[in-house]
């Protein structure tokens, strides 16, 4: 499964940002989706996920109320509506598929990763 994260750009703070994940795959809806995010200097972590038909998601603390994730799998794309953009949200974004099918949390459960999208936003 081969992965383009794309949407990421430089905005101000307060402004939203549309990311989104398509993958070259038969058939997206076999795999649980999710998008992390990695800042300079810090570990990778958990941004938020989404299940294979959608209908479970899960999200950071951090950006809960805030963020959105949904997919389409007849485009085979992923999508992260970013609200209410802090300076905390500069990061890179990347897009991970699993076979685990669920909303996963946990960076093990992703075998495929895309390239990353770098998203910034200024005070």
């Known amino acids: 499964v081969q992965l383009q994260a794309s949407g990421g750009g430089l905005v101000q703070e307060g402004d939203s940002l549309r990311l989104s994940c398509s993958a070259s795959v038969l058939m997206l809806s076999t795999y649980g989706m999710g998008w992390f995010r990695q800042a300079p200097g810090k570990d990778r972590e958990f941004v938020a996920a989404?299940?294979?038909?959608?209908?479970?998601?899960e999200y950071a603390t951090s950006v809960k109320d805030r963020f959105i994730i949904s997919r389409d799998n007849a485009k085979k794309t992923v999508y992260l509506q970013m609200n209410s953009l802090k300076p905390d949200d500069t990061a890179v974004y990347y897009c991970?598929?699993?076979?685990?099918?669920?909303?996963?949390?946990?960076?093990?459960?992703?075998?495929?990763w895309g390239q990353g999208t770098q998203v910034t936003v200024s005070s």
């Open positions: 991970a598929a699993g076979r685990a099918l669920v909303a996963s949390t946990m960076m093990n459960d992703y075998d495929n």
């Open positions: 989404i299940s294979w038909t959608g209908t479970s998601t």
